[in-house]
């Protein structure tokens, strides 16, 4: 069994973590989700930790076990996910956005279950909070702000995009329609787009490990506000 020990880069920093799906009610029985199983976000969780930060993983419903000494707050949908992220972002350092929001929530919450008719059914959906978007308005010149794109077309523009819109410095971004690259797997593919307009083309390796090279990437930003 591997015993890897910490190696305190981020020793006195506070890592804010989202991870997992979100679930948007539309009755007592039902909900809108995707596919999102919190793999890179815990993955990073677990690394932060080692790394010697103090953690704190805002997750949606998910299967995994909690990373051992990171503070684990739950919730389900986008709003619960926008507020717990905004209670912890004036004291952290950095904010590393995995989660897979979703960008709409039925504008009815039904209060009882929907019972079939006859002919179609519409569902009338209005969009969430974008907790990267907002917190990007509120980042104070010590904080880092790293987000995810997970995207099947032009990967490259859109992960600009997101970096001015956001305010984030890094996007990691994915092209999930590449093999080992998707949700549920355990490798991950990514290109690491960075606010001073240098990329890093990442090969196939293990989420863990695509981890360990974003909080690497995070501590030299982190170390450069220090100096
Ligand atoms: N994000 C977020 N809140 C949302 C939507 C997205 O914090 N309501 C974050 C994600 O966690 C990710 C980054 O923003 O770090 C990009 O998410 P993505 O879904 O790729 O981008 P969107 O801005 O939602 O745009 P689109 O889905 O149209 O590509
Ligand atoms: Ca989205």
Do not use: C, W
């Given at each position: 069994q591997f015993f890897r020990t910490k190696n305190w880069e981020l020793s006195g920093k506070t890592v804010l973590i989202t991870a997992g799906p979100t679930r948007e009610k539309i009755d007592p029985i039902r909900f809108l989700t995707n596919h999102s199983t919190g793999k890179m976000g815990y993955?990073?969780?677990?690394?932060?930790?080692?790394?010697?930060?103090?953690?704190?993983?805002?997750?949606?419903?998910?299967?995994?076990?909690?990373?051992?000494?990171?503070e684990l707050i739950e919730v389900e949908s986008a709003e619960e996910m926008y507020r717990a992220a905004l209670e912890y972002f004036a004291k952290a350092d950095a904010l590393i956005g995995t989660a897979a929001v979703a960008d709409y929530r039925p504008k009815y919450i039904q209060k009882d279950k929907m019972k079939k008719k006859e002919g179609e059914q519409a569902l009338e959906l209005e969009r969430t909070k974008d907790i990267l978007f907002e917190l990007g308005k509120r980042k104070e010149a010590h904080?880092?702000?790293?987000?995810?794109?997970?995207?099947?077309?032009?990967?490259?523009?859109?992960?600009?995009?997101?970096?001015?819109?956001?305010?984030?410095?890094?996007?990691?971004?994915?092209?999930?329609?590449?093999?080992?690259?998707?949700?549920?797997?355990?490798?991950?593919?990514?290109?690491?787009?960075?606010?001073?307009?240098?990329?890093?083309?990442?090969?196939?390796?293990?989420?863990?490990?695509?981890?360990?090279?974003?909080?690497?990437?995070?501590?030299?930003?982190?170390?450069?506000?220090?100096?």
């Open positions: 993955a990073i969780a677990e690394e932060a930790v080692r790394m010697g930060a103090k953690v704190i993983l805002v997750s949606g419903p998910v299967s995994l076990a909690p990373p051992k000494g990171a904080q880092v702000i790293v987000g995810f794109a997970a995207e099947t077309t032009e990967i490259e523009k859109h992960a600009i995009g997101k970096l001015a819109r956001k305010n984030a410095d890094l996007i990691i971004a994915n092209d999930v329609k590449q093999k080992g690259a998707g949700f549920g797997v355990d490798t991950n593919i990514v290109t690491i787009y960075k606010k001073d307009g240098s990329k890093l083309e990442l090969p196939l390796m293990a989420k863990t490990e695509v981890a360990r090279r974003i909080l690497s990437e995070v501590s030299l930003l982190l170390k450069r506000d220090d100096s």
